[in-house]
Structure formats: structure tokens, C-alpha cells
């Protein structure tokens, strides 16, 4: 059983990704989710080349946030007529299971498709998860695998976010802290990936026991460091490896966030509870 301590939005922009590799270079970092969609993609990749740093790369797929790399004409359902992707992850819940379905399958193969040959070169193999877990929306996550097995590859890594409730029932001490929408996000996308079990049962021996939903953007270390413990012994039993996400990179400005104008989104790089959980990074290593 490996923990990897995992950090989401690399390519965001350059202040985002800098602080990432300085988790990595002065912290406890194993793996980052790149973002191919992300207009400063190219040049973050560039700077994780010249740093030398040996990281795990996840493909990051983006239907949040940020632009399309299709032609936005060819993604109307997904985009906004500035070519930015505008759904909210539960109205694109309800159009998977609407009259639109079809052809919402069909625009999400061709987005998602983009953004999987943009990050193919960066890989040494493919691993995958999404912005805001969108992937996990049974629609999204059936095209996403058949884009990678359409390319005639296999998945190496498949991140499934069934947060294990119990290690937050046992720390009661902390209880009060945990936000009612987090709460809410991990029901959800443990219902989800029950929803998906079926087709998850075949990656099984490609995911991993995942701690990051509940206390998501507030991963501070004096709760992280009482729980990884705990969420250790779910995936030994298990057999299989843990994933601990963070988000440590910060925004300096609204100027710089993907989308200014997706207010859903646009706060979160500029909290400064990003640095909280860069100083996660920094400080973990003696309690794993």
C-alpha cells in the first residue's frame, strides 16, 4: 500500500503551477493532474520539464472550467458563446439523462477527446480524473474510458472520489468543521460511483482508497495528519494504494483564473486556504 499525496490543477496558470512544484520540490508530493484546456498548458509543462522533478502525471479533463479545445461551435451544449465551458456539475447530471443525451454524448467525446491527444505526449501513462470529479457523472465517465480505449491504450490509473465516511465519524473532535456542501459532495459522488460499479468493477486494481471530498479546500495538516492514519488501514484491508488531493496552488488575481466570469468557479484559486494546503505538503512527510 503506497500514499500519494496528490495535487490537482497543475497548468492552471503559472502561479498555480509554482506553487504546486515548489510542494514537490521543498514538500511531499508524488503525482499531479495536468490540465490540457488551460491556455498557459504548454508553458507549465515546459517548467515541470526543466525542474527534473519525476512526478506522476494525471490527464486533469476539464468540462468545468476554462475553454473548450474543440471547435466551440461543435460543443454547444457544453460552452458559452465565448467558446468557456458553463455547466454546473449537476445541470450536466440532469442533461445526461435528458431528451439531449445523444448528442451531448457525442460533443463530450470530441471535447474530451481534445484534451486527451493534448496531454498524451506529457504522459508516461494514462491516468485520469477530472476537474470538480465531473468524470464521475455516468455519461461523462462511459465516454471518457471509451475515448482512451478507442486510442488503443490502457488506463493505468482511474481516480474514483468514494470518499470513505468513517475516518470523519471516528475524529468527532472535528466534526464541526466540516462544511454541510462538502458533506453533501462526497453522498453524491459515493452514489455516483455505486451508480457506476459495473463498469468501475473492471479498474478496480486501478484506483485507490481516495481521501480529499469532505475537507476539500481546507486540507489544513493538524486534520490531515490525525486522519491519514485511518484512511491507511481502509486501504490495506482493501488492497489497494491511497490517494491524498490537495489543491495548494493559489491565484494571484481574478485577471488570472481561467474564467473570471464563472463565478461557481473562479473564487476557488484565490482562497487562501490554497496555502493551507501547500503547507500540507510542506509539513506531512513525518506523519506518513
Known sequence: MNVIMHADDYGYNLEVSRD???????????GISIMPNSPYFDECMKEL????????????????????LSKKEDVKLLVNDDGMFCLSFFKLLLMSIGANKKELERELYAEL?????KALPYLDEI????????????????????????SGKQIGYLRVPAEPIKPFINHKEFISSYSLINFIKNIVLNVLALRSKKLLKKYRNNTAVFFGILMSGHMDIKRVSAMVKDFEGIAEKRGLDLEVLAHPGKAVSLETVLDPGNEEYAKAPLSSDRHIEKEMFMEISKYL
Open 127 to 150: 491516468n485520469m480524473d477530472s476537474h470538480v470529479h465531473y468524470h464521475m457523472i455516468p455519461l461523462v465517465l462511459r465516454t471518457v474510458i471509451r475515448v482512451v480505449e478507442d
Open 113 to 117: 477527446k481534445a484534451q486527451y491527444e
Open 20 to 30: 504546486i512544484l515548489d510542494c514537490a520540490k521543498n514538500g511531499t508530493l508524488h
Open 49 to 68: 520539464s526543466e525542474s527534473g522533478l519525476d512526478l506522476i502525471k494525471t490527464i486533469h479533463f476539464s468540462i468545468s472550467e476554462g475553454p473548450c
